[in-house]
């Protein structure tokens, strides 16, 4: 089994920084793509950033270059560095992992359970 924990949500004001972790253990013989999403209420879950494993991050165009993504393979965890924070980014935010837990097993996409992040104005 693996499990994606996640931390370092809160609140903070507008124009304030975050820096969100997400960590994956368990059962794990390789990460593809870790990623990070986030779900605001009434609306759909969409993507924030993605890191594949060798290859550049992505990011959406909301992002608009306040955020970054980064990743520590050799502690299989995944960072999101949020800054000058707008309302608009308040949501619960959700990381994913790409993991193949086995030689023999393919590949699976597992989720944290979200971290909210809330920003006053």
């Known amino acids: 089994q693996v499990q994606l924990v996640e931390s370092g949500g809160g609140l903070v004001e507008v124009g304030g920084s975050l820096r969100l972790s997400c960590a994956a253990s368990?059962?794990?013989?390789?990460?593809?793509?870790m990623g990070w999403y986030r779900q605001a209420p009434g609306k759909q879950r969409e993507l924030v950033a993605t890191?594949?494993?060798?290859?550049?991050?992505n990011y959406a165009d909301f992002v608009q270059g306040r955020f970054i993504i980064s990743r520590d393979n050799a502690k299989n965890t995944v960072y999101l560095q949020m800054n000058t924070l707008k309302p608009e980014d308040a949501a619960v935010y959700y990381c994913n992992a790409l993991v193949v837990p086995t030689p023999q097993s393919p590949p699976y996409v597992y989720w944290g359970q979200g971290t909210q992040v809330t920003v006053s104005s």
């Open positions: 368990g059962s794990i013989f390789s990460i593809g793509a």
């Open positions: 890191f594949p494993s060798g290859g550049r991050a």
